[in-house]
């Protein structure tokens, strides 16, 4: 019996549709450590921009070949023309041959003609508003002479903008090639450097049950905290290696009718991996003659997805414009002042501020955050409303603004609003009614150009990050109120807008942790 008929038995014992862990890159369910997330959001900013070089650098086994494929895919679902290569043993005229077939243009004239044909192909594709990358898998590989014909390439380009971004993939030897003087000018192009990170112990938690679930993992297959230290350790995070560990760890699980993974498991599988890399079938061999196959029983909770750790800033890029301004009298207590002692006069103003949206029973909770220096984020009643809190008078006309002073002396600016929708939590692979709100938000702004599927991608995060980064935030790919509060105030001066659909942000089971608001109209 041959070892695939051996897989194919113990995976469908598991309740795997296919194998979780390949020995072969596998970009179709593409795991992202939230380092990696926030390079590739990087890198699609760079190409989209037009930025030219980018270098994409790492150690073998590291998924440089896997983020190729990603990215490759994720470029042609944008329009964009790509040309690959992954033979880079082919040198000077060769290479050129390669970029041009893969473009689809007539490779079989001589050097300069093929230069000419790449030229004009670029040109069309910019007059039709289309991206062009060439990407260089195993970059390392390139002589001296073939690395400044790419450079030569890279100098096709308009009188603003280039007209093709290249994409260097490699292993970290290319650093001492870049850093040579005779090579200065192409280092000197080179927009964005991402060295690939290997995983943590998190990610690599993380990832295993990522792979599983993405499997059709039904089997409640997991590791023990000790089993996790030891495929750590073993692995170094590199995700390659992790995929050959686990991949035998598979069939000690269903070999002994197993749901959870040990960590003398894992050392066993360790030994027979170091003893014989090259032997891969030993131990899948052994449990298949046993003849010991059995079901697992499905129990998998979800895949377990990451969270996007950025911070929340204060926004500062608001035009500056007339107010109606509310000041504290006083504007701030003493320090050490408690608030139940503060006098009427503050209690009154600051009821008087919250008043307008019926919150002015929340004025001591509002006066104690402020006082305590966590007044921005504060929520006040169980309906969402919140308070936002700027360094600078920077807020829109017609917003009724509550003006206080710091113990520190500084000035701040406070309103309180609604959201139209609110994230306790967001996380890649979350999927909810909230989030295909947003989308489809930020799809009316042209942020968003894709379908709407309420789950949070690199499109998401991405479209977030865009729409930031016009509205002059933080470009950090995370819903934050500031940004909340921008995206409402432009759908609100876009058009006559339909009222907001929100709904109630609830503490939702850890597996689907869904968070969404009640209903408000944006007048």
Not at 145 to 172: G, Y
Not at 222 to 235: F, G, Q
Not at 370 to 381: D, E, P, S, V
Not at 472 to 492: C, E, H, V
């Amino acid at each position: 019996m041959s070892r695939g008929t051996h897989r194919l038995i113990h995976l469908d014992h598991l309740g795997l549709t296919c194998n979780p862990f390949p020995v072969a890159p596998d970009a179709s369910h593409y795991f992202m450590s939230e380092t990696m997330q926030e390079h590739l959001v990087e890198i699609l900013h760079c190409i989209e921009a037009r930025k030219g070089f980018i270098l994409i650098y790492g150690d073998v086994g590291i998924g440089k070949t896997t983020l190729s494929r990603y990215l490759l895919k994720e470029l042609k679902d944008r329009d964009v023309s790509t040309a690959i290569v992954l033979n880079t043993f082919l040198q000077g005229e060769s290479l050129i041959g390669a970029i041009n077939r893969d473009f689809g243009i007539d490779s079989s004239a001589d050097m300069e003609q093929r230069l000419a044909a790449l030229n004009a192909f670029l040109l069309e594709r910019f007059e039709q508003e289309r991206n062009c990358v060439i990407m260089i898998d195993d970059a390392q590989n390139l002589n001296l002479e073939s690395l400044e014909l790419i450079r030569q390439i890279s100098n096709l380009e308009t009188e603003q903008e280039k007209l093709v971004q290249i994409v260097l993939v490699a292993q970290p030897e290319i650093l001492d090639t870049l850093n040579r003087r005779d090579i200065r000018q192409l280092n000197s192009r080179i927009a964005l450097t991402v060295p690939m990170p290997r995983l943590s112990r998190a990610d690599i938690r993380d990832y295993v049950a990522f792979r599983l679930t993405n499997a059709g993992g039904d089997a409640d297959i997991h590791l023990t905290r000790s089993a996790l230290r030891v495929l750590y350790d073993e692995t170094g995070g590199f995700p390659r290696r992790v995929n050959l560990m686990m991949d035998r760890c598979l069939y000690a699980v269903a070999a002994y009718d197993k749901q959870q993974i040990t960590a003398p498991m894992m050392r066993k599988v360790a030994k027979d991996f170091h003893a014989s890399r090259t032997a891969h079938r030993s131990l899948s061999l052994r449990y298949a003659r046993n003849g010991i196959l059995l079901l697992a029983v499905i129990a998998m909770t979800g895949a377990l997805v990451w969270r996007i750790g950025v911070p929340w800033t204060d926004a500062t890029a608001w035009r500056d414009a007339p107010q109606h301004r509310l000041t504290a009298l006083p504007a701030n207590p003493q320090p050490g002042v408690s608030h139940a002692t503060q006098n009427t006069a503050d209690i009154s103003s600051v009821r008087n501020f919250l008043a307008s949206a019926g919150l002015d029973n929340d004025a001591e909770k509002f006066i104690h955050a402020r006082n305590n220096g966590t007044l921005n984020g504060l929520i006040l009643a169980p309906d969402g409303w919140q308070v936002l809190v700027r360094k600078r008078n920077t807020w829109p006309a017609g917003e009724k603004v509550y003006h206080y002073i710091q113990t520190d002396g500084s000035d701040r600016w406070a309103v309180v609003w609604r959201p139209f929708v609110a994230f306790t939590q967001f996380k890649f692979y979350l999927k909810s009614p909230a989030v295909a709100v947003l989308q489809r938000k930020l799809g009316e702004l042209g942020f968003y150009p894709y379908k709407v599927d309420g789950m949070v991608g690199i499109r998401t995060v991405e479209g977030i990050a865009r729409f930031q980064a016009k509205n002059g935030l933080f470009s950090t790919g995370s819903p934050d109120s500031n940004t909340l509060y921008a995206l409402q105030q432009r759908l609100s001066a876009s058009k006559n807008h339909d009222d907001f659909t929100d709904t109630q942000p609830t503490e939702g089971s850890l597996p689907e942790p869904a968070h969404t608001m009640n209903t408000v109209s944006a007048k």
